[in-house]
């Protein structure tokens, strides 16, 4: 790796027309004003914010600690998708010359390069004991890997004959994929630390499985190749939560068992569904013409996602009784993450060119043990 070059951030508070909206105790910040794109945000409990963006050569990875900005990459090949956890260890994948490798920020420099071989390895996920899982080609198909963050060794969790992808990992070391099966199709498999468990055996693909800490896993299946529809896997039974005759997709799940996705209701837009694990009630959160998808949540059940009204992609949030709009301007903000203190980041397209992150901070409530949004469009 080339020198790191740290840049210290100028935190923009954005105070011009066509901007988010702010207060005296709420605001967004630009974190980025430059003139290539920065994509991908993810922002962990600390608040730290982790993403990819465009130095005008290829793409590098950047890390805003709360304070700075700190350039992870520096080199002469892509770097893209980065994750985050909660110590702040970084993990993507980036061209080595040959192929596209794994590679870590632990807090210290040089970067560590996890895998080293002959074919392609994508899209790394890191939980809070710094354990890795991924998938690669092994030159035969694609197989699930997982870096042990303690012993400091990697394994392969899958040796088939069959693809293997998009690993997800929680806490605990429990690891959820989809993986092509016997008879072609997607299923869904659950490794739990000792052994590799099929939640899904059927005739149709079942795509895009999420874990939470308890080892409850959500995904989307095309049931009878008509439709995709939600499914919920309690740690004992599976259970389809919808039953429709349109598309669910793209399901999260929360440590509280909610879980919130986005269906075409009236087919010409998405709305956004929440389901309360403890109710084991599903709530309809919008009814409306925008089209609004790829919800996210936090712990306490704070919803965000974006939507599209008059051709421009908005942020928007629930906070447990009201829908509200964060932001309100003449170009695209798309992707947003939350976290448990509700900070919220996003790419914005800011002047309708390139795209730039940005950082909601609210304030507390009241009694100083939640959140609430202030001063923004009500909906």
């Not at 590799?196 to 149709?204: D, G």
């Amino acid at each position: 790796m080339k020198n790191i070059l740290r840049i210290f951030i100028v935190v923009m508070f954005v105070a011009f027309a066509c901007t988010v909206l702010l207060s005296a105790t709420v605001h967004a910040e630009q974190l980025t004003d430059n003139n290539g794109d920065d994509l991908f945000p993810r922002v962990n409990e600390k608040g730290d914010v982790v993403w990819y963006g465009d130095d005008g050569n290829d793409y590098e990875i950047f890390l805003y600690d709360g304070t700075e900005i700190i350039q992870l990459t520096d080199n002469d090949y892509d770097d893209k998708f980065p994750e985050i956890n909660d110590a702040g260890d970084v993990v993507w994948y980036g061209y080595d010359g040959n192929d596209l490798e794994i590679f870590l920020y632990d807090g210290t420099f040089p970067c560590q390069q996890l895998t080293s071989n002959n074919y392609t390895d994508y899209r790394p996920q890191i939980n809070n004991a710094g354990d890795v899982v991924w998938y690669g080609n092994d030159e035969i198909d694609y197989e699930i890997f997982f870096y042990d963050g303690m012993l400091k060794t990697t394994i392969p969790l899958t040796n088939n004959d069959y693809d293997d992808k998009n690993p997800q990992i929680n806490d605990s070391g429990e690891v959820v994929w989809t993986g092509a099966g016997g008879d072609g199709d997607y299923e869904i498999f659950l490794y739990d630390g000792t052994d590799i468990i099929q939640l899904s055996e059927n005739t149709y693909d079942d795509t895009l499985p999420q874990i939470n800490g308890a080892g409850y896993v959500v995904w989307e299946g095309k049931v009878d190749d008509n439709d995709y529809e939600i499914f919920l896997y309690d740690g004992t039974d599976a259970t389809r939560l919808t039953d429709n005759n349109y598309d669910d997709a793209n399901p999260q799940i929360n440590e509280a068992g909610d879980v919130v996705w986005h269906g075409f209701f009236e087919a010409s837009d998405g709305e956004i569904f929440l389901y309360d694990g403890i109710t084991k009630t599903t709530t309809q959160l919008t009814d409306n013409d925008i089209n609004e998808i790829y919800a996210k949540l936090n712990d306490k059940g704070v919803v965000v996602w974006f939507g599209s009204e008059d051709s421009v992609d908005e942020i928007y949030g629930y906070d447990g009784s009201t829908i509200r709009q964060l932001t309100d301007n003449s170009y695209d903000d798309e992707n947003p993450r939350i976290n448990n203190d509700g900070y919220v980041v996003w790419c914005g397209a800011e002047g309708g060119n390139d795209k730039e992150i940005f950082l909601y901070k609210p304030k507390k409530d009241d009694d100083d043990d939640g959140w609430c949004f202030i001063n923004t469009v009500s909906k």
